[in-house]
């Protein structure tokens, strides 16, 4: 059974900084791609940044880049997602997720933590 445990969201002014956490116990795969994704209110989930195995290849999307940093330590299965330069707009259900590889990871996980709250004030 997989589990994917978040923490580090909470309320920060604009400007500010936020670091997540996302824990992975029960690993499906040998090796496994992680990401990060964002559901803001009344608004589709969408990705936000995704990792490889070996942190070789790392994918943003195009409004956090240059602000958001994903990361990740295979010795403690655990994916970071380091947030800069907060904005109002960045708000959002924060929801880490896992599987076989970056492609997969980006676009259908199949393996989703149960989401940290991001709020961000102006």
């Known amino acids: 059974q997989v589990q994917l445990v978040e923490s580090g969201g909470r309320l920060v002014q604009a400007g500010g900084s936020l670091r997540l956490s996302c824990a992975a116990s029960?690993?499906?795969?040998?090796?496994?791609?992680m990401g990060w994704f964002r559901q803001a209110p009344g608004k589709e989930r969408e990705f936000v940044a995704a990792?490889?195995?070996?942190?070789?290849?790392?994918y943003y999307t195009d409004s956090v880049k240059g602000r958001f940093t994903i990361s990740r330590d295979n010795a403690k299965n655990t994916v970071y997602l380091q947030m800069n330069s907060l904005k109002p707009e960045d708000t959002a259900v924060y929801y880490c997720?896992?599987?076989?590889?970056?492609?997969?990871?980006?676009?259908?996980?199949?393996?989703w933590g149960q989401g940290t709250q991001v709020t961000v004030s102006s």
């Open positions: 997720a896992l599987d076989a590889n970056t492609i997969r990871v980006r676009t259908t996980p199949g393996y």
């Open positions: 029960g690993r499906p795969f040998s090796t496994y791609a």
């Open positions: 990792i490889s195995w070996t942190g070789n290849n790392i």
